[in-house]
């Protein structure tokens, strides 16, 4: 897919792996709406991504907002003519075991990390569609390929969005639209610290836990980016972000069932 004079629009794109994919896609020439709730952090990427000489946007908004979602797309329509890449990239993180997390929390990252995902790809498909050449990118995790213990809302999110992508992709076969769900490892961002954590866990047990996963967060943002745009110029159905991505993958399809047994060693503290 040739990107150069594309206008690709990034949800969670203040930071981390939205930053880093908005990045990527300028250096191609690819013109930009960025799309986060965070405009300090969006007017960063924004300025990172000038340096290209591309098209740059920026819209606050919260993905889980049904209402300013559903008028998002003339918005971005009116300033840039159309879009030709979704990059659906915002999410929450929330630790905890099943019977820790609240109905109330668990709905609350539903909302963001699925459900904002629908949002966003219903309210810009006819967008895309009037493109010649577009894409619906969407960001799952390691944890849409396995669900650890202690992370039953993330896990659940996450092959949520695998699902969704796998029928949309089947769906939309022989159009003009393509679908890619990634699936990164441990990315070095800050979501373990901003994770949301139960009411009533101790803060030794939130200081254990965030070590756990700390310490599986290595793969810098910028290769992580350039990993997914490389997918997106291959037109590529899924894409594996770092090697434990690819171990894991496997792993998974040859115990799928008792994978945890040989997994769970590895994010003990």
């Not at 918005?75 to 890449?85: F, K, L, R, S, Y």
């Not at 659906?88 to 109905?103: C, D, K, P, W, Y």
């Not at 498909?125 to 396995?146: E, H, M, Q």
């Not at 022989?174 to 949301?196: C, F, L, M, W």
Request: with cysteine; net charge positive.
């Amino acid at each position: 897919m040739r990107l150069e004079g594309r206008t690709a629009l990034i949800t969670g794109a203040a930071g981390g792996i939205g930053r880093a994919i908005a990045v990527s896609l300028a250096g191609r020439r690819c013109h930009l709406a960025l799309a986060d709730i965070d405009e300090a952090g969006m007017a960063e990427t924004s300025d990172l991504a000038r340096a290209h000489a591309v098209r740059v946007s920026r819209h606050r908004i919260d993905v889980a907002d049904k209402v300013a979602v559903a008028e998002l797309p003339n918005i971005v329509a009116a300033e840039h003519g159309g879009v030709d890449i979704l990059v659906n990239n915002a999410g929450v993180a929330l630790g905890g075991t099943f019977e820790q997390i609240s109905a109330e929390d668990f709905e609350w990252l539903f909302e963001i990390n699925f459900w904002g995902v629908v949002r966003m790809t219903r309210a810009f498909l006819p967008l895309l569609r009037a493109s010649d050449d577009a894409r619906v990118v969407n960001l799952s995790s390691v944890y849409g390929l396995i669900a650890p213990a202690e992370q039953v809302a993330y896990a659940s999110s996450k092959f949520a969005v695998r699902g969704f992508s796998e029928a949309l992709r089947h769906e939309l076969q022989g159009s003009t639209v393509g679908v890619t769900v990634v699936h990164p490892a441990g990315v070095n961002t800050s979501i373990a610290e901003k994770a949301r954590i139960p009411a009533g866990v101790s803060e030794e047990e939130i200081t254990r836990r965030r070590a756990r996963y700390r310490k599986l967060l290595t793969i810098p943002p910028d290769i992580a980016g350039e990993t997914i745009v490389r997918g997106i110029e291959r037109r590529e159905s899924r894409v594996l972000v770092g090697s434990d991505a690819k171990a894991i993958s496997l792993i998974a399809r040859l115990l799928p069932v008792s994978y945890w047994k040989l997994l769970a060693r590895r994010v003990e503290v």
